[in-house]
């Protein structure tokens, strides 16, 4: 069965830090990887996916096969980068299902 | 910029009632969906709707589940009897296109939190 671990409930860093929001996958096929992002009162929304291979507001996300892994970077965190980012995966065949993990919140301190 | 919204955002219902939780999706999207989360777990799938008809579904979508799509715009999700275990946040998203369109990210609704007593 296909399964997505965020192994942080909570990751706090300063304004300036670089910033790694941890995400696995366990799934035979070839994956489509997305991160969604959730701001403080604010709707659930696509922040990047895989196969765009872009960088969106300083954030960068690359599939590695080999170790399973989407995990989401940025250089240097902003205090607007707070929200709560979840990781999703889908099968790449007959399915328009994500599959979500459980979310990190990242907080940003100044 | 066009959004999914939904109503109500709080909804308490007791226990073996029905409830209906509404969503008007955004005009020329033609994929909806419901997911839902229950408080401090992760965002499930609860089931897709194309073209009038459910696409796919949940093992979490029982019998006690429906979807409908009544006029052009609505798209609600009934819960026939509810159960406590159904207390959740329900997220309705609509697409332009399947999820395997490049570019066709889902748009979520801001959520109904259903409370069952």
């Known amino acids: 069965a296909q399964r997505v671990t965020q192994p942080e409930k909570l990751l706090s860093v300063f304004k300036g830090a670089p910033v790694e929001l941890k995400c696995n996958y366990s799934?035979?096929?070839?994956?489509?990887l997305f991160w969604y992002v959730q701001y403080s009162r604010q709707r659930l929304q696509l922040l990047l996916r895989?196969?765009s291979r872009e960088s969106i507001k300083g954030f960068t996300a690359d599939l590695n096969k080999g170790e399973t892994s989407f995990h989401l970077k940025k250089p240097f965190a902003q205090e607007e980068d707070s929200a709560m980012y979840y990781c999703?995966?889908?099968?790449?065949?007959?399915?328009?299902?994500?599959?979500f993990g459980t979310g990190t919140r990242l907080q940003v301190f100044p | 910029e066009p959004e999914v919204t939904q109503t109500p955002s709080h909804q308490v219902t007791q226990m073996g009632q029905e409830v209906i939780l509404r969503c008007v999706p955004i005009?020329?999207?033609?994929?909806f969906y419901w997911y839902r989360q229950i408080l401090g777990q992760k965002v499930e799938f609860l089931v897709s709707?194309?073209?009038?008809?459910?696409?796919?579904k949940s093992e979490i979508f029982d019998d006690q589940f429906s979807v409908e799509r009544p006029d052009g715009s609505n798209f609600t999700l009934k819960i026939r009897s509810t159960k406590l275990e159904d207390s959740a946040m329900y997220f309705c998203?609509?697409?332009?296109?399947?999820?395997?369109?490049?570019?066709?990210?889902?748009?979520f609704g801001n959520g109904t939190r259903l409370t069952v007593t």
């Open positions: 005009s020329n999207h033609l994929y």
């Open positions: 709707f194309y073209n009038n008809e459910i696409s796919e």
């Open positions: 895989h196969i």
């Open positions: 998203a609509s697409s332009e296109f399947g999820q395997s369109t490049y570019n066709s990210p889902l748009h």
């Open positions: 799934y035979s096929g070839s994956p489509e």
């Open positions: 999703a995966l889908k099968r790449t065949y007959n399915t328009d299902k994500l599959i």
